[in-house]
């Protein structure tokens, strides 16, 4: 029973160790699309979102960035399709373009194995500028998930 | 010792069928978008006339050249109002001759709707109206009430158009 229990100890203590080790930081947590002339800007840029992501202890499985909208953009009874925010990310790869949406998470970047130092990727949002828009100032949050395996 | 080595491989077993957890770190961020009032306008043709003509062969004339096409693009208000008005600045006038401003009317089509209505020089006159934003177009076709009673000549007058979304 000694035995057994050393066993398992120092498979608990191993199964903690190897656990995969990830950090996720975004350099704003706020995105903004300023206001703009649907013929002049048919396509409004926010400044672009620094993300650093580490992923340690991965071995050679997976890793995955996604993000996923938690609805589409309110204000106030008006709403803009969240599908109309895309982005376009780099380096790729890891980083690929995608568009939101509210339902799917949305992959923004994945790999294998380890990611170690931190490493920076950027992201710039754009929305689709439309003069069906009624006016008015929209919001909505977004969740990035750096996920292994 | 006999009877761990079993237990051992039980444990083994155990840890290996459920793997390590997958792990996930998060991090939200904000949208912010903002949406102006804007509005523009747009004609096909930013001048209109009224050939000569017989009164009795041709009472009421139509513009040349043709249908002005009028483009409105306008953000408003959730449940706002969009108009387009034409106002004139002042009758027809010819040296010391006029023509009132009222014997110029119109007919529209397309999103201006099937209106028709007739230039005044005192009060704007509605040539669209709408709810929301978004874009409209449509045609806007002018006609001159030819008389006899006028005096001979080449008369001018301007119109002011103006789209306001509120």
């Not at chain 1, 992923?55 to 589409?72: C, E, F, H, P, Y």
């Not at chain 2, 009795?56 to 002005?68: L, N």
């Amino acid at each position: 029973m000694k035995t057994f229990l050393t066993v398992l100890a120092l498979t608990c203590l191993s199964s903690t160790a190897l656990a995969q080790q990830l950090d996720l930081s975004l350099s704003s947590a706020v995105v903004t699309f300023p206001g703009s002339d649907p013929d002049a800007v048919p396509l409004v840029s926010a400044a672009p979102v620094q993300v650093t992501y580490r992923v340690r202890q991965n071995n050679k499985a997976t890793w995955s960035l996604t993000i996923l909208g938690a609805g589409d953009l309110i204000s106030g009874p008006s709403r803009i399709d969240i599908t109309n925010v895309t982005w376009v990310a780099t380096p790729a790869p890891p980083f690929q373009n995608g568009t939101l949406s509210k339902t799917v998470a949305q992959r923004i970047a994945s790999g294998s194995g380890n990611v170690n130092p931190s490493t920076i990727g950027s992201i710039t949002f754009r929305l689709a500028n439309s003069w069906t828009y009624s006016t008015g100032t929209y919001t909505q949050t977004v969740l990035f998930t750096l996920t292994a395996p | 010792m006999p009877r761990t080595v079993p237990l051992f491989l039980v444990v083994l077993v155990i840890v290996a069928a459920s793997g390590l957890p997958a792990i996930a770190q998060t991090s939200n961020a904000t949208l912010n978008a903002s949406v102006n009032g804007l509005a523009r306008l747009s004609l096909s043709s930013a001048a209109i006339s009224f050939p000569d003509a017989d009164p009795d062969a041709v009472p009421s004339i139509q513009a040349a050249p043709g249908a002005i096409n009028v483009t409105v693009k306008a953000r408003t208000l959730p449940g706002g109002t969009v108009t387009l008005t034409v106002v004139a600045n002042g009758p027809l006038r010819s040296g010391i001759d006029t023509i009132p401003a009222s014997n110029i009317t119109w007919g529209a089509t397309g999103a201006l709707g099937s209106a028709t209505g007739h230039l005044s020089a005192a009060v704007p006159q509605v040539v669209g109206s709408w709810s929301a934003s978004g874009i409209r177009t449509g045609t806007q076709t002018f006609f001159f009430r030819n008389l006899w009673s006028y005096a001979t000549g080449t008369y001018t007058l301007t119109m002011t158009y103006t789209l306001s979304a509120a």
